[in-house]
T-cell receptor, first 119, second 113 residues
Framework: GAVVSQHPSRVICKSGTSVKIECRSL??????MFWYRQFPKQSLMLMAT?????????EQGVEKDKFLINHASLTLSTLTVTSAHPEDSSFYIC???????????????FGNGTRLTVT | SQELEQSPQSLIVQEGKNLTINCTSS?????LYWYKQKYGEGLIFLMM???GGEEKSHEKITAKLDEKKQQSSLHITASQPSHAGIYLC?????????????WGLGTSLAVNP
Protein backbone atom coordinates (compact mmCIF):
# COMPACT_ATOMS: atom_id res chain seq x y z
CA GLY A 1 0.00 0.00 0.00
CA ALA A 2 0.94 3.66 -0.27
CA VAL A 3 3.55 4.82 2.18
CA VAL A 4 3.45 8.47 1.12
CA SER A 5 0.16 10.28 0.84
CA GLN A 6 -0.20 13.48 -1.15
CA HIS A 7 -3.25 15.70 -1.12
CA PRO A 8 -5.01 17.02 -3.08
CA SER A 9 -4.61 14.97 -6.23
CA ARG A 10 -6.09 17.71 -8.39
CA VAL A 11 -6.70 21.38 -7.79
CA ILE A 12 -7.92 24.19 -9.99
CA CYS A 13 -7.44 27.71 -8.75
CA LYS A 14 -7.72 31.25 -10.03
CA SER A 15 -4.70 33.32 -10.86
CA GLY A 16 -3.46 35.22 -7.82
CA THR A 17 -4.65 32.76 -5.22
CA SER A 18 -2.50 30.40 -3.15
CA VAL A 19 -2.64 26.64 -3.07
CA LYS A 20 -1.31 24.30 -0.39
CA ILE A 21 -0.24 20.74 -1.14
CA GLU A 22 0.32 18.25 1.67
CA CYS A 23 2.72 15.33 1.74
CA ARG A 24 2.56 12.78 4.53
CA SER A 25 4.70 9.76 5.26
CA LEU A 26 2.25 7.16 6.52
CA UNK A 27 4.22 4.52 8.35
CA UNK A 28 7.64 6.02 8.81
CA UNK A 29 9.30 9.21 9.90
CA UNK A 30 11.01 11.36 7.33
CA UNK A 31 13.35 14.14 8.40
CA UNK A 32 13.76 14.95 4.73
CA MET A 33 11.17 15.13 2.00
CA PHE A 34 11.62 16.18 -1.59
CA TRP A 35 9.37 18.23 -3.82
CA TYR A 36 9.47 17.70 -7.55
CA ARG A 37 7.79 19.31 -10.50
CA GLN A 38 7.13 17.42 -13.67
CA PHE A 39 6.28 18.94 -17.02
CA PRO A 40 4.40 16.91 -19.61
CA LYS A 41 6.47 14.07 -20.96
CA GLN A 42 9.53 15.20 -19.07
CA SER A 43 11.44 13.84 -16.13
CA LEU A 44 11.32 14.96 -12.55
CA MET A 45 12.74 18.36 -11.65
CA LEU A 46 13.79 18.71 -8.05
CA MET A 47 12.45 21.93 -6.64
CA ALA A 48 13.50 21.76 -3.04
CA THR A 49 14.47 19.55 -0.17
CA UNK A 50 12.26 19.91 2.86
CA UNK A 51 14.00 19.54 6.21
CA UNK A 52 12.06 18.91 9.40
CA UNK A 53 12.50 21.74 11.86
CA UNK A 54 14.61 23.90 9.60
CA UNK A 55 14.50 25.84 6.37
CA UNK A 56 14.06 24.09 3.09
CA UNK A 57 16.89 23.91 0.61
CA UNK A 58 15.84 25.23 -2.78
CA GLU A 59 17.35 24.31 -6.12
CA GLN A 60 18.78 26.99 -8.32
CA GLY A 61 16.11 28.91 -10.14
CA VAL A 62 13.28 28.00 -7.77
CA GLU A 63 11.81 31.00 -6.00
CA LYS A 64 11.54 30.29 -2.30
CA ASP A 65 9.02 33.09 -1.77
CA LYS A 66 6.88 31.63 -4.50
CA PHE A 67 7.01 28.05 -3.36
CA LEU A 68 6.80 28.04 0.42
CA ILE A 69 7.76 24.82 2.11
CA ASN A 70 6.98 23.92 5.68
CA HIS A 71 8.12 20.69 7.34
CA ALA A 72 6.59 21.03 10.76
CA SER A 73 6.65 17.39 11.81
CA LEU A 74 8.44 14.17 10.98
CA THR A 75 5.55 13.01 8.87
CA LEU A 76 4.26 16.12 7.14
CA SER A 77 5.64 18.58 4.64
CA THR A 78 3.59 21.18 2.81
CA LEU A 79 4.23 23.10 -0.38
CA THR A 80 2.31 26.33 -0.86
CA VAL A 81 2.25 27.90 -4.28
CA THR A 82 1.69 31.57 -3.56
CA SER A 83 0.03 34.02 -5.92
CA ALA A 84 -0.32 31.29 -8.50
CA HIS A 85 -0.11 32.09 -12.20
CA PRO A 86 -0.99 29.97 -15.21
CA GLU A 87 2.69 29.16 -15.75
CA ASP A 88 2.68 27.45 -12.35
CA SER A 89 0.27 24.87 -13.73
CA SER A 90 2.07 21.58 -13.51
CA PHE A 91 2.29 18.20 -11.82
CA TYR A 92 3.89 18.37 -8.38
CA ILE A 93 5.14 15.24 -6.65
CA CYS A 94 6.59 14.76 -3.21
CA UNK A 95 8.79 11.95 -2.00
CA UNK A 96 10.39 10.77 1.20
CA UNK A 97 12.97 8.32 2.42
CA UNK A 98 12.81 6.41 5.68
CA UNK A 99 15.13 8.17 8.07
CA UNK A 100 18.06 6.50 9.74
CA UNK A 101 21.76 5.78 9.31
CA UNK A 102 21.08 3.50 6.42
CA UNK A 103 18.63 5.80 4.70
CA UNK A 104 20.65 5.63 1.48
CA UNK A 105 19.83 1.94 1.41
CA UNK A 106 16.16 2.79 1.19
CA UNK A 107 14.37 3.85 -1.94
CA UNK A 108 12.43 7.06 -2.28
CA UNK A 109 8.70 6.63 -1.85
CA PHE A 110 6.53 8.95 -3.88
CA GLY A 111 3.13 10.45 -3.39
CA ASN A 112 0.61 10.19 -6.19
CA GLY A 113 1.19 13.76 -7.24
CA THR A 114 -0.95 16.88 -7.47
CA ARG A 115 -2.16 18.23 -10.79
CA LEU A 116 -2.36 22.01 -10.39
CA THR A 117 -4.23 24.06 -12.95
CA VAL A 118 -4.22 27.83 -12.59
CA THR A 119 -6.86 29.62 -14.65
CA SER B 1 24.24 17.21 -20.90
CA GLN B 2 22.11 14.77 -19.01
CA GLU B 3 23.92 13.16 -16.08
CA LEU B 4 21.83 10.04 -16.38
CA GLU B 5 21.14 8.96 -19.94
CA GLN B 6 18.13 6.77 -20.43
CA SER B 7 17.32 4.98 -23.68
CA PRO B 8 15.26 4.54 -25.67
CA GLN B 9 13.04 7.59 -25.14
CA SER B 10 10.03 5.66 -26.28
CA LEU B 11 9.24 2.11 -27.20
CA ILE B 12 6.30 0.39 -28.82
CA VAL B 13 6.23 -3.39 -28.68
CA GLN B 14 3.81 -6.12 -29.49
CA GLU B 15 2.34 -8.00 -26.57
CA GLY B 16 4.48 -10.98 -25.71
CA LYS B 17 7.73 -9.46 -26.90
CA ASN B 18 10.76 -8.85 -24.71
CA LEU B 19 12.28 -5.43 -24.28
CA THR B 20 15.18 -3.68 -22.59
CA ILE B 21 15.58 -0.16 -21.27
CA ASN B 22 19.01 1.22 -20.43
CA CYS B 23 20.27 3.79 -17.98
CA THR B 24 23.86 5.04 -18.21
CA SER B 25 26.04 7.47 -16.31
CA SER B 26 29.64 8.61 -16.59
CA UNK B 27 29.80 8.65 -12.80
CA UNK B 28 29.75 5.85 -10.27
CA UNK B 29 26.25 5.16 -9.09
CA UNK B 30 25.84 4.46 -5.40
CA UNK B 31 22.28 3.39 -5.76
CA LEU B 32 20.21 2.83 -8.87
CA TYR B 33 16.42 2.92 -8.75
CA TRP B 34 13.81 1.93 -11.26
CA TYR B 35 10.32 3.38 -11.08
CA LYS B 36 7.23 3.09 -13.19
CA GLN B 37 4.86 5.97 -13.71
CA LYS B 38 1.57 6.26 -15.46
CA TYR B 39 1.19 9.74 -16.90
CA GLY B 40 -0.20 12.14 -14.35
CA GLU B 41 0.23 9.73 -11.47
CA GLY B 42 2.82 9.02 -8.83
CA LEU B 43 5.87 6.82 -9.19
CA ILE B 44 5.76 3.17 -8.27
CA PHE B 45 8.99 1.75 -6.92
CA LEU B 46 10.16 -1.29 -8.87
CA MET B 47 13.69 -2.14 -7.79
CA MET B 48 16.82 -0.78 -6.19
CA UNK B 49 20.34 -1.94 -7.06
CA UNK B 50 23.44 -1.07 -5.12
CA UNK B 51 26.15 -3.60 -5.75
CA GLY B 52 28.17 -4.02 -8.91
CA GLY B 53 26.88 -6.98 -10.86
CA GLU B 54 23.67 -7.10 -8.87
CA GLU B 55 20.55 -8.43 -10.51
CA LYS B 56 17.01 -8.43 -9.19
CA SER B 57 13.78 -9.76 -10.58
CA HIS B 58 10.15 -9.22 -9.81
CA GLU B 59 7.60 -11.12 -11.82
CA LYS B 60 8.58 -10.53 -15.45
CA ILE B 61 10.86 -7.57 -14.81
CA THR B 62 14.60 -7.98 -14.27
CA ALA B 63 17.06 -5.19 -13.52
CA LYS B 64 20.82 -5.40 -13.55
CA LEU B 65 23.62 -3.08 -12.48
CA ASP B 66 26.94 -3.55 -14.23
CA GLU B 67 30.19 -4.30 -12.41
CA LYS B 68 31.41 -0.73 -12.81
CA LYS B 69 28.14 0.56 -11.35
CA GLN B 70 27.67 3.00 -14.20
CA GLN B 71 25.00 1.29 -16.24
CA SER B 72 21.77 -0.47 -15.51
CA SER B 73 19.30 -2.27 -17.70
CA LEU B 74 15.66 -3.11 -17.13
CA HIS B 75 14.38 -6.10 -19.02
CA ILE B 76 10.75 -7.08 -19.42
CA THR B 77 9.98 -10.59 -20.58
CA ALA B 78 6.81 -11.40 -22.50
CA SER B 79 5.43 -7.89 -22.21
CA GLN B 80 1.76 -7.29 -21.45
CA PRO B 81 -0.45 -4.22 -21.84
CA SER B 82 -0.22 -3.77 -18.07
CA HIS B 83 3.48 -3.02 -18.48
CA ALA B 84 2.72 0.15 -20.42
CA GLY B 85 3.80 3.37 -18.80
CA ILE B 86 6.82 5.54 -18.24
CA TYR B 87 9.89 3.94 -16.75
CA LEU B 88 12.26 6.21 -14.88
CA CYS B 89 15.70 5.45 -13.58
CA UNK B 90 17.12 7.44 -10.70
CA UNK B 91 20.53 7.23 -9.11
CA UNK B 92 22.51 8.43 -6.13
CA UNK B 93 25.79 9.99 -7.22
CA UNK B 94 28.52 11.74 -5.33
CA UNK B 95 28.28 15.55 -5.33
CA UNK B 96 31.21 17.00 -3.46
CA UNK B 97 31.06 15.61 0.05
CA UNK B 98 27.42 14.70 -0.31
CA UNK B 99 25.28 12.58 -2.51
CA UNK B 100 22.52 13.74 -4.74
CA UNK B 101 19.75 11.99 -6.56
CA UNK B 102 19.54 12.42 -10.32
CA TRP B 103 16.96 11.21 -12.81
CA GLY B 104 16.84 9.99 -16.35
CA LEU B 105 14.30 11.51 -18.74
CA GLY B 106 12.20 8.39 -18.79
CA THR B 107 11.20 5.78 -21.35
CA SER B 108 7.63 5.72 -22.53
CA LEU B 109 6.51 2.15 -23.18
CA ALA B 110 3.43 1.16 -25.13
CA VAL B 111 2.43 -2.48 -25.49
CA ASN B 112 0.05 -3.29 -28.30
CA PRO B 113 -2.31 -6.19 -27.73
Amino acid sequence: GAVVSQHPSRVICKSGTSVKIECRSLDFQATTMFWYRQFPKQSLMLMATSNEGSKATYEQGVEKDKFLINHASLTLSTLTVTSAHPEDSSFYICSARRQGPSSYNSPLHFGNGTRLTVT
Amino acid sequence: SQELEQSPQSLIVQEGKNLTINCTSSKTLYGLYWYKQKYGEGLIFLMMLQKGGEEKSHEKITAKLDEKKQQSSLHITASQPSHAGIYLCGADIRAGNNRKLIWGLGTSLAVNP
